[in-house]
């Protein structure tokens, strides 16, 4: 087995079915056919077990915060998948529900018939609630992988107070889990058994829509009930579309990307984070990608391994600020979902920033608006409602401005927990990129998670960190971005 044991997890303990006619891959948050652990797993388990691998790539009617705007983008890559795997003779169901719980037992009935079933481990969502339901009904094995990053989450067994210590426990560990990397396309082994699988039953009992060629894409998604009402955003979904943004961003951007990152308006950053969160892209694939095409060697880590955030990987200072993100932050997000299950309550602020905020939740606020006025950029403040109007359009913001939107959510909310519940909501149902281990920390961080008390003490924030929209005007230059998502009958 060529997966490091760290990153395999039972999820049950029921036996392998030797009887079984497949083995069953269940592509949950790894929506990729290339550098996916789980994937390889599952193929490296179907050969020693001599059986053909059966891929299923689910999409419900009614996951939380569910849009047309995530659909759309699941959809894209599910059909980049389909042509590979067709053309690799691999047997690959991509099933959109029709309608809300239409695939209520399909999983269980694809693994009556399977050996055992390998899935990907995914920390934050409804994703360990519905794998953990599902596994304690399934009558075979159930298998978690994690390919979430270059740092296994169950390497290090506890959570990190700040960026900086587990920095630290990366530059201590790089050599011993970030050279490995999982295999480009693991189903072209020729001793993968590329027979046709026998369905018929379960095609018999569930109807699984063809999916929908490019132009039909529209009609197809328009069918759907939606949780929310939102458009398509400003996105193509796959892994081709990734690479597009990669490529673009290496070539363009990166190295600048130390000093332009914060800047609203030349948007110098990878804008990648969908294609993460859906799986398309793997953080592999992207680390690989730019430290071979600098010629880069192990021998160019740096001996001081204190935590330092430059200097670290001996490369120029745009790559280090962007593996900075990548590997650091990212993945710091990873390990505290992973390891500490209340990540999304209130109580999982540090004690310091608990009490800060609490002791100054009665302060008399100057505005306190409701989730709906926020939504709809009802505020006083142009640059917010700006920024929230990028959301709703594009299903992005700018990161800065993403920082600011959360501080002056809590600024103007009757109580920090009603900050944390507008933030949770907004970003999950517009941000293509959310629901994801990184939308709980940036919100979070808002409130003082992987940050130091701050000096002077102010009413309402108390010591957590404080920043101005006058500031951000004298900081960023924002006249474009105002003239784009400023007040326009138009915009939705
Ligand atoms: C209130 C708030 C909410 C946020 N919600 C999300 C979210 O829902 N999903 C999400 O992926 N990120 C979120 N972030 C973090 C950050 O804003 C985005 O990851 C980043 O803007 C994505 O743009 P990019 O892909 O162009 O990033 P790049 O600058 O190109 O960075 C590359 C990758 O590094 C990671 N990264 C970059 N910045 C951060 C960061 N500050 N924290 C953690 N990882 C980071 C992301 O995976 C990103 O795709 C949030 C931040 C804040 C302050």
């Not at 730019?290 to 935590?307: F, T, V, Y």
């Amino acid at each position: 087995m060529t997966i490091p044991s760290v990153r395999i997890k039972e999820f049950n303990d029921r036996p392998v079915n030797a009887k079984g006619d497949y083995l069953l891959y269940w592509m949950v948050s790894n929506r990729r056919a290339h550098y996916n652990y789980a994937l390889e797993y599952a193929v490296e388990e179907a050969i020693k077990r001599g059986v053909p691998l059966l891929i299923f790539e689910g999409l419900r009617t009614s996951y939380p915060w569910s849009s047309k705007r995530c659909h759309q983008f699941v959809l894209e890559g599910m059909l980049e998948q389909q042509k590979i795997f067709q053309k690799h003779k691999v047997q690959y169901i991509p099933y959109v529900e029709p309608q809300e719980n239409a695939g209520k037992g399909l999983m269980k009935a694809l693994a009556e018939k399977a050996m055992m079933v390998v899935t990907d481990i995914y920390p934050a969502y409804f994703i360990p609630k519905m794998q953990k339901a599902f596994s304690s009904k399934s009558p075979c094995r159930v298998i978690g992988v994690d390919s979430n990053g270059l740092m296994p989450i169950y390497a290090p067994d506890r959570t990190f107070a700040r960026a900086y210590d587990y920095r630290r426990f990366v530059q201590k560990n790089v050599e011993r889990f970030f050279l490995d990397r999982p295999k480009k396309q693991p189903y072209k082994s020729a001793k993968l058994i590329r027979e046709p699988i026998e369905l018929t039953s379960i095609y018999e009992r569930w109807t699984i829509p063809p999916l929908p060629g490019k132009d039909q894409m529209d009609g197809f998604l328009n069918n759907i009930n939606y949780l929310h009402e939102i458009p398509s955003g400003a996105y193509v979904g796959g892994r081709q579309a990734a690479l597009y943004k990669l490529r673009s961003f290496l070539t363009e951007h990166l190295p600048y990307y130390h000093e332009k990152r914060n800047d609203a308006e030349q948007e110098g950053t990878s804008f990648l984070s969908p294609y993460l969160h859906f799986g398309h892209i793997s953080p592999h694939e992207i680390f690989w990608d730019i430290i071979e095409e600098k010629g880069w060697s192990p021998h160019q880590l740096s001996a001081k391994r204190g935590g330092q955030r430059e200097g670290f990987w001996g490369l120029d200072p745009g790559t280090e600020a962007f593996l900075d993100q990548l590997l650091v932050w990212r993945e710091l997000g990873f390990n505290t979902c992973a390891n500490n299950p209340e990540f999304d309550s209130f109580s999982s602020l540090p004690q310091w920033a608990q009490q800060t905020l609490l002791d100054h939740s009665s302060d008399e606020k100057e505005y306190v608006y409701e989730l709906e006025e926020f939504e709809h950029s009802k505020t006083h403040d142009e640059i917010w409602n700006a920024a929230q109007r990028q959301l709703k359009q594009e299903g992005r913001m700018h990161n800065y401005l993403r920082m600011l939107w959360g501080k002056k959510i809590l600024e103007w909310s009757a109580s920090p927990m009603d900050a944390l519940h507008v933030m949770i909501e907004l970003n999950n149902k517009y941000a293509l990129d959310g629901r994801d281990p990184n939308s709980y920390s940036g919100i979070f961080w808002v409130l003082g998670r992987y940050d130091r008390a701050w000096g002077p003490e102010r009413p309402i924030f108390g010591k957590i960190r404080y920043m101005s929209s006058d500031s951000t005007k004298r900081k960023l230059k924002l006249k474009n971005y105002l003239a784009k998502y400023g007040e326009q009958p138009s915009l939705i």
